[in-house]
Structure formats: structure tokens, C-alpha cells
């Protein structure tokens, strides 16, 4: 059985991913998101530091989310 906080991690990066997805810089579809107890972390790849700030901007505002930890690198 899976705990609850481990369910509640697995829905804040669900619901996380969608803000990006529905973001209008298309590259932020393909930035992955992993909570564990409740920081948030973003991973890949943008083509400037203001699509990681939107990003970031994006998700820090989603229900459980205590911290972002914003790993996205920038080419």
C-alpha cells in the first residue's frame, strides 16, 4: 500500500506538469517535475532564463507545494 504522502507527491508533480503543459512556451512541455515531501523539484532543458522563471513562476502557486527546487538548465 502506497502512503499518503507519497500520493500526495505523485498529484502535486501531476498537477504541476499541467501548468506547464498548458504554458504558451511550448518547451515547457518537455520540463519534468518530482515532489517528494512537498518540494518540488523541475528538471530539463529551456532555451532562456525567462521561460525558467515562467516556469518556476508557474508551478510554485500548486496546493502542497512547500519549496521549488528549479534544476532546469538552460542551453
Known sequence: ?????IVDD??????????????????????????????LFLRGRLFSFHEKQVAQEAVARVSGVAQVVNEIEVD
Not at 500500500?1 to 504522502?5: H, N, T
Open 10 to 39: 505523485f498529484r502535486i508533480a501531476e498537477v504541476a506538469m499541467e501548468r506547464l503543459r498548458v504554458s504558451p512556451y511550448k518547451a515547457m512541455q518537455r520540463v519534468l517535475c518530482e515532489c517528494k515531501h512537498g518540494v
Open 1 to 5: 500500500m502506497l502512503s499518503l504522502a
